[in-house]
């Protein structure tokens, strides 16, 4: 609600500039009481966590994905690079570099990004690149491989994914969670956490990088927003969510899942 008065505010704002309505005439201004922003702590999940949805989408049996057979890459891809749903979601194959190990975000034909500082490359990290080669490696067997690096797969000409929800349900109720409970903006938060906890050049990672990771100008939303202090915190080079990490953590979990990949 704040995010439209706001949106509506400006447009009063221009339709003074151009006359459209008198000067110093704006409703939203007249508003004593305003929608407060939310200060509770936005969702995310610790890496362990993370790291059983992705096997959950990795296990899921083809017959269930209904139309969305990438959801694993392209879950991976939410967790591993941080990026906005659109910025994901409008990936272009040409976009993902295996010679430099970056991943450039960037406005093209498909989408626009959120701003001009959000242009930028992040690591392609090496669990992220051997699930992209592997699902590269696959659709140049199958003559599927167009521009986008996750194309609908509706019938037609290529496009974007449009709504993935379901099938990002399905990955969460086989990990665990609740139905509706995981978006992939926890994702975002997700890799912010576990980006935190790295290490650059054998020292912390500094908070201005993280923010230029993901396309911040600078690091309020970082301290404010998300960063986030896990209970699992291990300092390493890279930002990888692996089961075979976290045994003592998933323990049961992990069992019930690779149990039902089992029988299915």
Same mark, same amino acid.
């Given at each position: 609600?704040?995010?439209?008065?706001? &949106?509506?505010?400006?447009?009063?704002?221009?339709?003074?500039?151009?006359?459209?309505?008198?000067? &110093?005439?704006?409703?939203? &201004?007249?508003?004593?009481?305003?929608?407060?922003?939310?200060?509770?702590?936005?969702?995310?999940?610790?890496?362990?966590?993370?790291?059983?949805?992705?096997?959950?989408?990795?296990?899921?049996?083809?017959?269930?994905?209904?139309?969305? +057979?990438?959801?694993?890459?392209?879950?991976?891809?939410?967790?591993?690079?941080?990026?906005? +749903?659109?910025?994901?979601?409008?990936?272009?194959?040409?976009?993902?570099?295996?010679?430099?190990?970056?991943?450039?975000?960037?406005?093209?034909?498909?989408?626009?990004?959120? =701003?001009?500082?959000?242009?930028?490359?992040?690591?392609?990290?090496?669990?992220?690149?051997?699930?992209?080669?592997?699902?590269?490696?696959?659709?140049?067997?199958?003559?599927?491989?167009?521009?986008?690096?996750?194309?609908?797969?509706?019938? &037609?000409?290529?496009?974007?994914?449009?709504?993935?929800?379901?099938?990002?349900?399905?990955?969460?109720?086989?990990?665990?969670?609740?139905?509706?409970?995981? +978006?992939?903006?926890?994702?975002?938060?997700?890799?912010?956490?576990?980006?935190?906890?790295?290490?650059?050049?054998?020292?912390?990672?500094?908070?201005?990088?993280?923010? +230029?990771?993901?396309?911040?100008?600078? =690091?309020?939303?970082?301290?404010?927003?998300?960063?986030?202090?896990?209970?699992?915190?291990?300092?390493?080079?890279?930002?990888?969510?692996?089961?075979?990490?976290?045994?003592?953590?998933?323990?049961?979990?992990?069992?019930?899942?690779?149990?039902?990949? =089992?029988?299915?």
């Amino acid at each position: 609600q704040r995010h439209y008065l706001h &949106g509506l505010s400006n447009l009063y704002k221009r339709a003074q500039s151009e006359g459209v309505v008198p000067s &110093g005439y704006n409703p939203v &201004g007249s508003l004593l009481e305003k929608p407060q922003i939310s200060t509770a702590e936005a969702h995310w999940l610790e890496p362990h966590d993370v790291a059983l949805l992705l096997e959950a989408a990795r296990t899921l049996p083809p017959s269930t994905t209904r139309g969305l +057979r990438c959801i694993y890459p392209l879950l991976a891809t939410f967790a591993l690079t941080g990026g906005r +749903r659109a910025e994901v979601l409008g990936l272009r194959v040409d976009d993902i570099s295996f010679r430099h190990h970056l991943i450039h975000i960037r406005p093209n034909p498909w989408r626009r990004i959120k =701003t001009a500082r959000s242009e930028r490359r992040v690591p392609l990290w090496p669990q992220l690149e051997e699930i992209l080669r592997a699902y590269l490696r696959d659709g140049e067997a199958g003559g599927g491989v167009g521009d986008l690096l996750f194309p609908s797969e509706t019938s &037609g000409p290529e496009k974007m994914i449009c709504d993935f929800r379901k099938a990002l349900d399905r990955c969460a109720v086989r990990a665990g969670f609740e139905e509706g409970e995981i +978006r992939s903006k926890a994702l975002r938060h997700s890799y912010t956490a576990a980006r935190l906890q790295t290490l650059d050049g054998g020292q912390p990672i500094a908070p201005w990088s993280v923010s +230029r990771e993901l396309g911040h100008s600078g =690091t309020s939303m970082i301290e404010k927003v998300y960063g986030h202090l896990g209970n699992v915190r291990t300092r390493r080079e890279v930002v990888e969510f692996l089961v075979d990490d976290y045994q003592k953590e998933l323990s049961e979990r992990l069992k019930k899942l690779r149990k039902m990949a =089992t029988n299915q």
